[in-house]
């Protein structure tokens, strides 16, 4: 910090397991790309190459290493590995992402329908050479997601070997642990939390109100994801009580 001003929240050092902040990268740049490091690599823990931009963005190997060089983990969206399965390519898949350089992949079935314990699977598998992001949730609007489903889901994604849970909201933000209008389906995360250890969850929230409401619940070391690349630094003064939606939060 710039100034050491007191009653300011702790944050982990990097490289942490909680306090995460996840950016999306939706077809950035390399210069792009150098700019978020420069500004923000210290508050940003993962990059998502969202959805399948990973076979289409150009020099990928070459962002890969900018933001390794710069202690950002990067990996795949869950999409294009749901791409990948759809055309049964799993081997593919695995061989894609180890080539390209990255050390963490993201295991999800958000539009493409897969069994359970298939999905558990292919998380284990995944498990032996990369560290694992497994994603809950539908993209799917009017499909139902039942409280009970949620929980037992992600207890099981998480013994099958995922690092942590994503809680599925979609850039938009208004679905999953969402409803439409982008407010909290608060009685899903309180049964979500009294359930599962919310620093294995990573939630999905890319709107500054659930960014706060998130901080408000569970504390300036909540793990939050699919940040704009532009909203890193503001999402860490929400964080540590320098906005004005939670300038009171932190002070004694």
Not at 112 to 122: F, S
Request: aromatic letters at 10%; charged letters at 25%; hydrophobic letters at 40%.
């Amino acid at each position: 910090m710039n100034f050491n001003l007191p009653f300011i929240p702790g944050r982990p050092e990097k490289p942490r397991s909680s306090g995460l902040t996840m950016v999306m990268d939706k077809g950035l740049s390399l210069r792009q790309a150098e700019d978020l490091c420069e500004v923000a690599a210290e508050y940003t823990d993962f990059v998502k190459l969202g959805f399948g931009t990973g076979l289409l963005t150009p020099r990928l190997k070459e962002k890969i290493k900018l933001y390794q060089a710069a202690g950002i983990r990067p990996y795949f969206g869950g999409t294009l590995f749901e791409a990948f399965v759809a055309r049964n390519m799993f081997d593919d898949y695995r061989k894609f992402i180890a080539d390209s350089g990255v050390e963490t992949a993201e295991v999800s079935d958000g539009v493409l329908p897969i069994e359970h314990d298939k999905k558990c699977q292919y998380i284990t598998d995944l498990a032996k050479d990369f560290e694992i992001f497994s994603e809950v949730g539908t993209k799917l609007r009017g499909k139902e997601i039942s409280n009970a489903e949620w929980v037992s889901w992600m207890k099981s994604e998480l013994e099958a070997g995922a690092w942590k849970v994503i809680a599925e909201a979609r850039e938009s933000g208004n679905m999953g642990i969402y409803q439409e209008d982008g407010s909290a389906n608060s009685q899903l995360i309180m049964d979500i939390k009294k359930e599962i250890n919310t620093e294995h969850i990573l939630w999905e929230a890319p709107l500054k109100s659930q960014q706060v409401w998130f901080i408000k619940l569970l504390g300036s070391n909540v793990n939050l994801g699919n940040i704009s690349e532009t909203e890193v630094i503001p999402l860490e003064t929400l964080r540590r009580g320098l906005r004005g939606d939670t300038l009171l939060s932190f002070l004694p």
